[in-house]
């Protein structure tokens, strides 16, 4: 089955040919050198490139007779009117000030991922080439050893998702990688409805029950499965309503009449499986931290693995066989082993989504230290790892994962 699987990794930014990457105009402008140093301090003050931080300020070029030619970047330009006559008021002062004559010129909008990338960058104007310090297994490809774990537990993760009326929810798997074991798993908790005793039950694994509340017609939330050439094999003309990360704003169009469901803003598998790692660790270690209510801790671990065994487990794992695939620990079982200290949150651990996440779920995925992220299928519309944005490519974050997208099969 996995023979026809791949796995893909998406880069920090989009790819395009060396030679036709985006620009952007910016207005710049020749100066002495002898100003050099003072002009650079006051525009990094008044004007500071943001966004652009890997566009050098200053283009030094040899001319005629070996002199050298130095010019500065003032700002960038406007995207509407006359670009030079837009330039803001602190910049035309400094302008004035030093009789320097604006020219519009073209900047590389992204940093170069490549050398190739950057030497092309360099021939409109200098950039900063750095290449990736950190080096996550898998980037330059995987192990058959490697695939074939990634592949089982990316199934795991779609079959968690499935719902007995072909309508799924998003699933996440936090993996330990070293020890090829399951931390957590989740699946949405955004929607609840009333049973026959009047008692409110998280739809943890699907929204069966709730196609004719507000979830069944979110707008923007409803994707054909045709749209999908790897989608689930069910019928054509189901709609993925359930899954909270295609439609994050879902919730705040339920409808007044509340008698039926409700509709929680956070709860998306993502965040769900977080926090069942965390009270997983609190029992664990339930030294290194303040005193908890165990019953709370008790209600929430059983909504992971039952008896999750330890992030760094020293002693052999109980496994057990998914589907005559790999053997995985993927119950979670064997807690025996030895711990000295308390993980830092999950600090190299892998995360198995069926869903590409959103902005909120991505980003809380960084704050959890997430070392690699697979996801099998794309969210057009609020996607934050490669389909809407790129969040994997901010390089103001203290703290960056690899994102693989994983192209399954049609057969499971």
């Known amino acids: ?65 070996g002199k ?19 330039i803001q008021n602190d910049v035309q002062e400094l302008m004035n000030s030093y009789q320097l004559s604006p020219f519009v010129t073209k900047v590389c909008k992204y940093a170069a991922s490549s050398k190739e990338e950057w030497e092309e960058q360099c021939k409109l104007w200098p950039t900063s ?76 694994s699907c929204i069966e029950k709730l196609e004719t509340s507000v979830c069944h017609g979110i707008s923007g ?37 509340m008698s039926l469901s409700y509709c929680h803003p956070l709860r998306h598998a993502s965040i769900v499986a977080i926090e069942s790692s965390a009270a997983r660790d609190r029992l664990l270690f339930p030294s290194s931290g303040k005193t908890q209510d165990k019953s709370f801790e008790m209600d929430h671990m059983q909504s992971c693995s039952a008896a999750c065994p330890a992030k760094r487990q020293k002693t052999n794992p109980t496994n057990i066989q998914v589907n005559g695939e790999e053997n995985l620990d993927l119950n979670g079982e064997g807690c025996s082993g030895s711990l000295s200290a308390r993980p830092y949150l999950c600090t190299g651990f892998d995360m198995y989504l069926v869903w590409e996440p959103c902005i909120m779920c991505a980003m809380a995925l960084v704050h959890q230290r ?34 693989f997208r994983v192209l399954v099969g049609t057969d499971i």
């Open 221 to 257: 939330g409803a994707l054909s499965r045709k749209e999908h050439s790897n989608g689930f094999p069910a019928k054509s003309e189901q709609l993925y309503t359930g899954v909270s990360c295609l439609c994050p704003w879902g919730w705040a169009e339920q409808e007044s009449d």
């Open 68 to 86: 050298t030619q130095l010019s500065v970047i003032l700002c960038l330009a406007s995207q509407n009117g006359n670009q030079l006559d837009s």
């Open 129 to 204: 080439y750095h290449p990736p310090t950190y080096n996550i297994e898998g980037i330059t490809g995987f192990s058959q050893e490697d695939s074939q774990s990634v592949f089982s537990f990316m199934k795991y993760a779609v079959q968690l998702a499935k719902s007995g009326d072909n309508l799924e929810v998003n699933a996440a798997v936090i993996v330990d990688p070293s020890v090829k074991q399951v931390i957590a798993k989740a699946c949405d908790q955004t929607c609840s409805c009333y049973n026959p005793k009047n008692e409110i039950t998280p739809e943890t």
């Open 1 to 65: 089955m996995e023979e026809t699987w791949q796995i893909v990794h998406i880069p920090d930014n989009p790819p395009f040919p060396p030679d036709q990457q985006p620009t952007v105009d910016a207005i710049a402008s020749l100066i002495d050198p002898l100003f050099a140093n003072t002009l650079v301090r006051r525009l990094n003050q008044i004007a500071p490139l943001e966004n652009l931080r890997h566009i050098k300020r200053v283009h030094k070029k040899f001319v005629q007779g």
């Open 370 to 403: 997430i070392r690699r992220i697979f996801y099998a299928y794309p969210n057009p519309k609020a996607g934050a790892l490669g389909s809407v944005h790129r969040l994997q490519g901010q390089r103001s974050l203290n703290h960056h994962y690899a994102v």
